[in-house]
């Protein structure tokens, strides 16, 4: 039976700009190693009746810490947030069994995860990670999503563009199996105190703790026999075709491993999305700059989608009237 890994409790104390509460949820299953399923970590803040529920995934390297600044203006805006930590970082349990990551699993979890919860009225936000996994997801059960805002991130049909700065760092990844993740965020995010970047290593004390950070890599959908190359082709096509909600895509302008070409490539995927113009000061983490951006990403979104609403009424009307002639 392969073993959990739990970071103990006490590596989260005090983190600055973190004062939320953590929720877990027991036996959520996608991975089939665990019968029992694995505990999950998730955040919850703001009103539990409001009409926007904002869900957050974080992509590689990260956890819910990521969202912090996001979170306090969706709070502020009197809206929903809730932030989930993939099975192997933050507070989630950490399968140490590197087999046991796939993209299926991962995926997997995540919609046990909506399901569970109950989740409805959902914006989806995703980076990174986040995206290659939650953008398959929307298709899955459309009625529960009222939208999508994307950051850095691309569908992984197999065929995608992927950079030569993101095949360098697999190659880092790699030969580096027990990273210093307070190194790393401190080298690629220069706005970040060094308390800050302590409490995005809180969770990797160890080398067993960081099995998940070695695994990802390797397992992007980077060819079409890949898991989760299919799923992907098909959420392309989906959202290609089918989507009709609102959506928002905001990207870091000095993000080496998805430029600005690949950020176009998932532009003209999504139909109907909105580009709002790039970061110009922000990198690959983009969500660390959300207290210069949020407050305005938030009210775009409302404003699309308000937009949307009318589009769609103003269609449905037409028909009828069609219909009456």
């Not at 990403?297 to 103003?314: A, H, P, Y």
């Amino acid at each position: 039976m392969t073993r959990i890994y739990r970071t103990p409790e006490e590596n989260f104390h005090n983190l600055p700009g973190f004062p939320y509460k953590l929720h877990y949820l027991d036996k959520v299953e996608g991975f089939e190693d665990f019968k029992d399923g694995l505990r999950i970590s998730y955040l919850d803040e703001g009103p539990k009746d409001s009409e926007l529920t904002f869900l957050m995934l974080h992509g590689h390297l990260t956890w819910s810490y990521m969202w912090r600044h996001f979170i306090k203006i969706l709070v502020e805006s009197n809206h929903r947030a809730i932030a989930i930590d993939l099975p192997g970082f933050g507070r989630s349990d950490k399968p140490i069994d590197e087999k046991s990551y796939t993209f299926s699993r991962l995926r997997n979890t995540l919609i046990n995860t909506i399901n569970r919860l109950d989740l409805k009225n959902i914006v989806l936000v995703v980076h990174e990670w986040g995206g290659f996994l939650g953008l398959t997801i929307p298709m899955e059960f459309y009625e529960r999503f009222a939208g999508i805002i994307v950051h850095n991130t691309v569908l992984t049909t197999g065929t995608q563009i992927m950079s030569e700065s993101y095949s360098d760092w697999r190659k880092y990844c790699n030969d580096n199996p027990d990273m210093n993740i307070r190194a790393i965020i401190a080298r690629t995010n220069r706005i970040l105190n060094l308390k800050e970047c302590n409490a995005y290593h809180a969770p990797f004390d160890s080398y067993e703790s960081k099995v998940a950070l070695r695994a990802l890599p390797k397992i992007v959908p980077d060819n079409p026999e890949k898991d989760g190359a299919q799923i992907s082709r098909d959420a392309s096509l989906w959202l290609s075709e089918e989507f009709d909600g609102p959506a928002i895509l905001l990207s870091g302008m000095r993000d080496p491993l998805f430029p600005q070409e690949v950020i176009k490539n998932l532009s003209n995927i999504i139909k109907g999305i909105n580009v709002l113009p790039g970061k110009d000061n922000a990198g690959h983490f983009l969500p660390e700059w959300a207290m210069e951006y949020g407050e305005n990403l938030v009210s775009q979104f409302v404003k699309t989608r308000l937009d949307n609403i009318e589009e769609k009424k103003k269609k449905e009307e037409d028909q009828t009237n069609e219909e009456q002639q």
